[in-house]
Structures are given as C-alpha cells and as structure tokens.
Nanobody, 127 residues
Framework: QVQLVESGGGLVQAGGSLRLSCAASGRTFSDYAMGWFRQAPGNEREFVAAISRSASSTYYPDSAKGRFTISRDDAKNTVYLQMNSLKPEDTAVYYC????????????????????WGQGTQVTVSS
C-alpha cells in the first residue's frame, strides 16, 4: 500500500502561482511513477502532469504545458506541482496518484493506470 497526502492548495488570483506537494509513505517511493490530476464539479477527472520513476521523463497536456511543472524529491518521498500563470479554469480539486513504473522512464496519463490516490487539495483561482 502507498499512502498519499496532498497539500498546498488554496485561493489565488488569476495570474498567480501555487505549489502543490504530495507526500508518499508505505513503499519505496523511487519505484513509483507519479501523476497529478484534477477534477472540477460536474467534470471527469483529467490529467495534469506525470513524471517517471527516474524523473527523466515528464509529460503534460496542452492545457498545462508552459505553466505547470512536475518534479520529485525521492529523499523526501514527495512529488510537487508548480503552477504558474493560473487561470480561473484551473479551479478544481487536485489529486496526486502513484503506480509502479514499468521502466525507469515510464510515465502514465490515464486515470485507470494509477493504483493509489490521495484525498485531494482544493485550488481556487479567482478572476
């Protein structure tokens, strides 16, 4: 089992920045590929960012490219999501997710590819 706890959400004005953190426990963190997803009311959970076990591979949807950066610190068992130039449409509950990475460079961007999820942290961007 892997336990994931997100933090860092809050209320920010459009154009501002937030850094989300996700602390993992329970297994060897470096064995796991990590991802961030978000879900707004009435919408499906959508992919935001992914990072491989080795951190050598990252992947973003077009909506996040150039604004969001995923990173990991294996010494702290933590994955981060730096979000800049935030927009009102970024408002959602943000979730981190984990799964064992097949290869050190493997990353995943589908909800059903992940085995473990955090409880989520609310991000609200005001206009």
């Amino acid at each position: 089992q892997v336990q994931l706890v997100e933090s860092g959400g809050g209320l920010v004005q459009a154009g501002g920045s937030l850094r989300l953190s996700c602390a993992a426990s329970g297994r060897t963190f470096s064995d796991y590929a990590m991802g961030w997803f978000r879900q707004a009311p009435g919408n499906e959970r959508e992919f935001v960012a992914a990072i491989s076990r080795s951190a050598s591979s990252t992947y973003y949807p077009d909506s996040a490219k150039g604004r969001f950066t995923i990173s990991r610190d294996d010494a702290k068992n933590t994955v981060y999501l730096q979000m800049n130039s935030l927009k009102p449409e970024d408002t959602a509950v943000y979730y981190c997710a984990a799964r064992r990475g097949h290869l050190r460079t493997s990353f995943y961007y589908n909800v059903d590819e992940y085995d473990y999820w955090g409880q989520g942290t609310q991000v609200t961007v005001s206009s």
